[in-house]
Every structure is written in C-alpha cells, then in structure tokens.
C-alpha cells in the first residue's frame, strides 16, 4: 500500500497515550515530536487518543487520572497536533469502545491473554516473592490487550506505531480481527505494529534509559529555572575542566545529540575533546533544549490554564470518532445477532426487490474531496461502498468493471472496496447480475 498514491483510501494510523503521568523528556524525543509530525504526512489519517480507560488500570486515584488526562492532552496540543487535521479524543467519549471490548473479548482464547507479557511479568514477579500467583493482579489487568484490540479495530487502523514492548498486544489484536472475520465476516482491517527505530532513546539522569519506573526523568515542561536544576544534575564523570572528555555513554552528550543539528553535535564533540568543563557542556544542553522547548512550553502553560478549551477540544474530537464507531458498532452488533426481532421476516419487501432493481450511485465526499460510489439494491440499501478515487473517472471505470466482469472482478478489486461481508457476497454478486440484464444505470448526487 502506498501512501503517495491519491487514488487510494488513506493509511489510517492510531495512536494511544495512556494518561498515567507527566510527559517527560523521553516521551518527547522519542515519540511526541515524531508523532505530530508523521500525523500530517500525505495519505494519513491520523487517530490520537488518550487511553484513559486503560489509566484505570494502573492508577486509582481520580484526581491523578484527571490532572494527567488534562496535562497529556495539553502536552500534545503544545507540541503541535493540530485537531483540526486529525481525530484527537478521549477514549472514555467512545462509550461503543467498552461494547467493541466485550465482542473482542467472546472470541479471545483465554489462553492468549495468559500469555500477555504486562500480565505475565506482575504473574512472574509474585511468583518470584512466593506470593500468590495472582497477587495484586486485577481483571483489568488481564484484560488490557482485548481493551487495546478494541481501541485498534474499531476504527480499521491499519498501523498503530508503538513501542517494542506493546508489539505482542497488536499481534494480539489482529488475531482477535481475524477471529471475528472469520466468524462473523470480513468487518476489521488487520493492523499492524509500526517500530520506528530511528526514534531516539533518551537517557535520563542516571544514564539509564529515561523512564517514569527508574525516577530519572526530566519533566518535558519542567518551568526554565527547573529545568536548568535537573540539567545540572545529569550524572557526568570526575574529569576536570581541561581534561579531554568521552561522548561514548555521556548521558549529557546523548540528550545534547536529540536536540541539536548535526552541526551543532559535532562542535559539541570537538569541545568534549577540547576539555570543556561539565558545568559549561551543561549550560550548553540546557540552551539548546530551552530553545526548542521554549515556545511549546508557553502554549503548554496558555493551555493547562484554560481546561475548557481542552476540553471542547478533545469533545469535538470524540463528535468526529463517534461518527465512525457508532455506525460501524450498529453493524456489527447486527453481524453477532444482536439484532431488532422485527426485521428480516417481511415477506413483502423481500418480493418488491424482485422488480426493483440495484443501482450505481456515485458522489462526492465533503469531507475529503474524494470521489466514491455505492452499489444499492433494489431497496436503495448499501451493497457495496467504494473507498475514495481522486477522479470521477476511476470511480467510473471501477464501476465499468464491476459491470463487465461482476462477481469475478470483486477480488482483484478488494483494495478500491471496503470489505464486504461474507453475508453480503451472495447479494453482491446477484445484484451485479441483474444489473446487467437490463442497461447498466448510474445516478448522481453529492
Ligand atoms: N498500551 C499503550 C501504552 O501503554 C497505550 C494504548 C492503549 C494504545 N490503547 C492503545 C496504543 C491502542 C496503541 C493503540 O503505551
């Protein structure tokens, strides 16, 4: 799949932050700063959310979840994500997300999430202190990957960019997709796990890697006067001013590096061998990280001191989220049976569909200027959706081929449809053929 090509539905792409703290600089360099950037790229569709459904597991204390969920949000917003070009919610506005859990959680082998390494470790370090096995292990604990699988496939993502450490939870995620499909039909895109290695790992002030478990971290917009503090006391050797210094496991030099242009590395690099004093390299990171940081750290302060704004935000965000979810849940409760008792017994309208006849509709999408189109049945319900072509004239031609070779052409043209259920394959294919016993007819709207 392409993302350069116009002609294609966009690559979705989600990513999901758990409100479980303060961002430090660690988060920043080595996903925040990627992440906004990656979020406007050409043929992406980029899904933020805050996972503060997942939070609950790890932090109870309400007011902890309400500050973080609130200092996360306006951490992201400073950095640059902009709401209006990507879909920015909270987790818990999407009340269809803990339905989609329980669906996912009826074809999940109990077994699979036995094995789940955020489980296993909690399992295995009880073990190891000759606790109960279970000790302190909460149900939601257990359940976390199917949470995630929901958060995934509810919107069809098809990349989820994560850490090493959450690889295991999208394989996890995929096989509940495929599971489903495979029981219910073709409703949920595969996702895949997306590592970038090229994203920096910080190390924090100990020179282990940054990290909220080890205490070592630098808070992402800690005011100036603190954040000069912490810099100071970054871990650095004996040597003396004068002295020739290593950037070999120079925790400083490392976070000096996630900063600077290559330029600027490399005539810190000759001052390390020139003898700089570690007081002077420190006032140096500390500039040049203030210098970045500076301008995000006052929207960050304009931003915390304005939570409704935030809030407005993140509601707005969770309107654009939910006019996805909500169809897409009604038609799958529809898929597991969960259905209204009253309809599919009408003989009558079952008949009128014999005369009527399926058609063709093409328009235009508002929303993304993209062209699509739709095969109807003779009750004017949706058969077929295309995904968006750049011009009407591939749309055209799509539905040409859709004329000529009917049934045939619905696998090679899989990656201009949206997936259409097992259930539905069998109408499909009726409805393209008697589509061509009369003139082929196509009407037009927007
Ligand atoms: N578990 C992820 C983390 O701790 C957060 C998360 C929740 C997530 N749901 C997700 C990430 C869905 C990606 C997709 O980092």
Redesign the pocket.
């Known amino acids: 799949r392409s993302m350069a090509s116009s002609s294609q539905a966009p690559l979705r792409v989600?990513?999901?932050?758990?409100p479980s703290g303060t961002p430090h600089l660690g988060n920043y360099v080595g996903s925040i700063r990627h992440s906004v950037r990656q979020s406007v790229a050409p043929g992406v569709q980029s899904f933020f959310?805050l996972?503060d459904y997942?939070a609950l597991i790890k932090v109870q204390e309400p007011a902890l979840i309400q500050r973080s969920t609130l200092e996360i949000a306006a951490s992201w917003l400073a950095c640059g994500l902009d709401p209006e070009k990507v879909t920015f919610y909270r987790?818990s506005d999407i009340v269809e997300i803990p339905e989609l859990t329980w669906f996912l959680t009826c074809v999940t082998g109990k077994g699979v999430l036995n094995r789940a390494h955020a489980y296993k470790a909690q399992l295995d370090k009880n073990v190891a202190k000759g606790e109960d096995p279970d000790a302190d292990v909460t149900a939601g604990l257990f359940m976390?990957p199917v949470?995630?699988g929901a958060?995934?496939l509810m919107f069809n993502?098809h990349k989820?960019p994560?850490?090493r450490d959450?690889v295991q939870?999208?394989e996890m995620a995929r096989d509940m997709a495929q599971r489903f499909n495979h029981l219910y039909g073709e409703h949920f895109t595969l996702p895949e796990a997306e590592i970038d290695d090229a994203v920096a790992l910080l190390p924090g002030l100990d020179g282990r890697k940054m990290s909220k478990s080890y205490g070592n971290t630098i808070p992402l917009f800690a005011p100036r006067a603190q954040l000069h503090k912490q810099i100071s006391s970054i871990v650095t050797d004996s040597r003396a001013p004068g002295e020739p210094k290593d950037t070999e496991g120079s925790a400083l030099f490392q976070i000096y590096q996630a900063f600077a242009s290559a330029e600027e590395t490399e005539s810190l690099r000759k001052a390390y061998a020139d003898g700089i004093g570690w007081g002077d390299a420190k006032q140096m990171l500390f500039e040049r990280i203030d210098l970045e940081v500076a301008p995000l750290r006052e929207r960050y302060e304009a931003l915390m001191n304005d939570p409704a704004q935030i809030e407005r935000t993140l509601l707005a965000g969770a309107e654009k989220a939910q006019a996805l979810s909500k169809p897409f849940m009604a038609s799958l409760r529809h898929a597991v049976g969960l259905r209204n008792l009253a309809a599919g017994k009408d003989k009558g309208q079952a008949k009128a569909a014999k005369v009527a006849k399926p058609s063709f509709k093409q328009y235009r999408e508002k929303a993304d200027g993209l062209f699509y189109f739709k095969l109807l049945d003779a009750r004017g319900e949706t058969l077929l959706q295309s995904r968006g072509f750049a011009s009407p004239q591939e749309a055209g031609r799509t539905i040409a081929i859709l004329q000529a070779q009917r049934g045939e052409a619905l696998a090679a043209l899989a990656g201009q449809l949206d997936p259409i259920g097992t259930e539905k394959i069998r109408a499909v294919e009726e409805a393209l053929e008697a589509l061509t016993e009369t003139t082929p007819g196509t009407t037009s709207g927007s």
Do not use: E, P
Not at 14 to 18: A, E, K, P, S
């Open positions: 989600l990513t999901g932050i758990t959310f996972a997942h987790q976390y949470l995630m958060d995934i993502a989820v994560v850490g959450q939870h999208i």
